[in-house]
């Protein structure tokens, strides 16, 4: 009996921290969202793939980001700006950028911060406060 006590008991606990978990993601400040996704080589370069998502309540008309590549020896390898056009509010949108690089020489991308950020109706700093970054390939830094 004590043993499905604990059971209930464990259940009830992950329960309530996955309740707590949903909420606490529900009232995430609005912001963007950025994930490399993918890093393919294409023609002795580098393509990589980024999905982005703006929570914000309005359109961002324009987001461009300064991002840094750093490479294989943790060098700066490359400064650039990334455009990624419109994001719309509340909708997933997939951008990709090609660099003179091959993917192996490429050990890290750091976005250093929003170079442009247009839409009617944003907050300041809508592209930079809340930004989170993350990485299904290589270190993504902000």
Not at 36 to 46: F, I, K, N, T, Y
Not at 83 to 94: E, K, M, N, S
Request: charged letters at 20%; aromatic letters at 4%; hydrophobic letters at 45%.
């Amino acid at each position: 009996m004590a043993h499905g006590r604990k059971a209930l008991k464990s259940l009830f606990l992950t329960a309530a921290l996955a309740a707590t978990g949903a909420a606490a993601e529900d009232t995430a400040e609005p912001g963007i969202s950025i994930e490399l996704s993918a890093a393919e080589a294409a023609d002795g370069a580098c393509k990589l793939s980024f999905v982005v998502q703006n929570s914000h309540a309005k359109d961002v008309e324009q987001a461009v980001y300064e991002t840094v590549l750093f490479g294989a020896q943790g060098q700066v390898a490359r400064l650039t700006l990334l455009d990624f056009q419109d994001l719309p509010a509340g909708r997933l949108r997939v951008r990709q950028f090609q660099f003179p690089h091959a993917c192996a020489d490429i050990s890290r991308v750091l976005i250093n911060g929003a170079a442009t950020c247009t839409g009617g109706g944003l907050p300041d700093g809508a592209c930079s406060r809340g930004l989170r970054l993350s990485s299904k390939v290589m270190e993504l830094a902000g």
